[in-house]
C-alpha cells in the first residue's frame, strides 16, 4: 500500500460476500468481483473502473473453491468499504488477499478499506483512480504475496531485490545493462519497502511505494510480475512507461509527496480448501 505512519487494528471484515455461479451479469464475470456495498454510491465508480482494467489483462481462468462451506466458481472476491477511520492523514486505509486457494497459491478473497476522510481528499486531488488501482493490485498479490512466492530476496535489508524472471526480462527491455533483479524499496516502514518497486529507479510507475508524478503507469514489468505468482497475464494490456534520467529520479525524490497508506497488517494466507478444478484439470 501506500504508506502513511502506524495502522491500527481495525476490524477486518470476513471473507468476501457469497458470489452464485454463475456471475451476475453487472460483475461481466471477470476474474476480479468486488462487492461495493460498503462503499458509497459517489465512489463505487472509481472501484469498478479499477476492477475493470486488472480483468482487461487477467486471463486465469476461476477455479472451484469451497469458500465457508460453499463450492463456488471463484477469481478473487473482494469486499470493499469506505468507514470513518481515523479522519485526515494517519491510516488512509488497508489492501490484501485474506485467503488464497491451496491449489494455485493465489488469492481467493480480499479486502480493501478505505478512511472516508483520506478517500474524499484524494478524490479532491484526482490521485484517487490510481490509488484504488495501485490498492487493487496489491489484493491481486502485487507486493503482498512476493515473499510467499519466493519472488524476493534481501527484504529487511539495505537492497531487496525482485528474482521473478517474466518481471526480469521485462526491465531488460527498458534499462541499460543487463540485471538480474529489479530493485525493491528499501525505505519507508513496513507495509512500503519490501512491496514496491524502488521509488528512485521507478519514478511514477503505479506501484511503487511512493504516489508521485501525474501520470503513473502500470508497466509491462509490473504486468509480467504478476505472470511470476501464477498468473496468466495479457501483457499488452501495460501502458506505455520508460525509466526516469537520473535527473529525473533525483527530481522525483525532491517532489514527490512522501505518499502515503499503510498495508494492512493481516497476513494472507489461511489457504482455503480446493476441490477439483475442471477448467485446469488434465
Ligand atoms: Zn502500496
Do not use: C
Not at 476474474?31 to 469498478?48: H, Q
Amino acid at each position: 500500500m501506500y504508506k502513511q505512519k502506524t495502522t491500527n487494528a481495525a476490524n477486518q471484515t470476513g471473507l468476501a460476500a457469497s458470489i452464485e455461479t454463475p456471475e451476475p451479469a453487472a460483475n461481466g464475470g471477470g476474474y476480479i468481483v468486488t462487492n461495493l456495498s460498503g462503499v458509497p454510491a459517489n465512489y463505487r465508480g472509481v472501484f469498478v473502473k479499477a476492477q475493470t482494467r486488472i480483468n482487461s489483462f487477467i486471463r486465469t481462468k476461476k477455479r472451484r473453491v469451497r469458500i465457508n462451506g460453499k463450492v463456488v466458481l471463484v477469481g478473487i472476491n473482494i469486499d470493499a468499504s469506505v468507514r470513518p477511520i481515523d479522519g485526515p492523514g494517519g491510516v488512509l486505509g488497508r489492501a490484501g488477499p485474506t485467503a488464497v486457494a491451496s491449489s494455485d497459491r493465489l488469492p481467493v478473497t480480499g479486502i480493501m478499506q478505505f478512511d472516508t476522510a483520506d478517500l474524499a481528499e484524494m478524490a479532491r486531488r484526482g490521485t484517487l483512480e490510481d490509488v484504488i488501482l495501485h490498492e487493487m493490485l496489491h489484493v491481486v498479490g502485487s507486493g503482498t504475496l512476493w515473499a510467499y512466492k519466493g519472488l524476493i530476496v534481501g527484504a529487511g535489508g539495505s537492497n531487496p531485490r525482485f528474482m521473478g524472471r517474466n518481471a526480469i526480462a521485462e526491465y531488460r527491455r527498458i534499462s541499460s545493462g543487463n540485471p538480474t533483479s529489479i530493485p525493491v524499496e528499501g525505505d519507508g516502514g513496513q507495509g512500503t519497502r519490501d512491496s514496491h518497486w524502488d521509488e528512485r529507479a521507478f519514478g511514477d510507475e503505479l506501484l511503487t511505494g511512493f504516489l508521485s508524478g501525474r501520470k503513473r503507469p502500470l508497466s509491462r514489468m509490473s504486468l509480467a510480475s504478476l505472470v511470476d505468482m501464477g498468473y496468466k497475464i495479457d501483457l499488452r494490456k501495460a501502458d506505455p512507461y520508460r525509466l526516469p534520467s537520473l535527473e529525473e529520479g533525483m527530481m522525483s525524490s525532491i517532489l514527490h509527496a512522501p505518499y502515503i497508506m499503510e498495508r494492512p497488517d493481516f497476513d494472507v494466507l489461511d489457504a482455503v480448501d480446493d476441490i477439483q478444478d475442471f477448467d485446469n484439470a488434465a
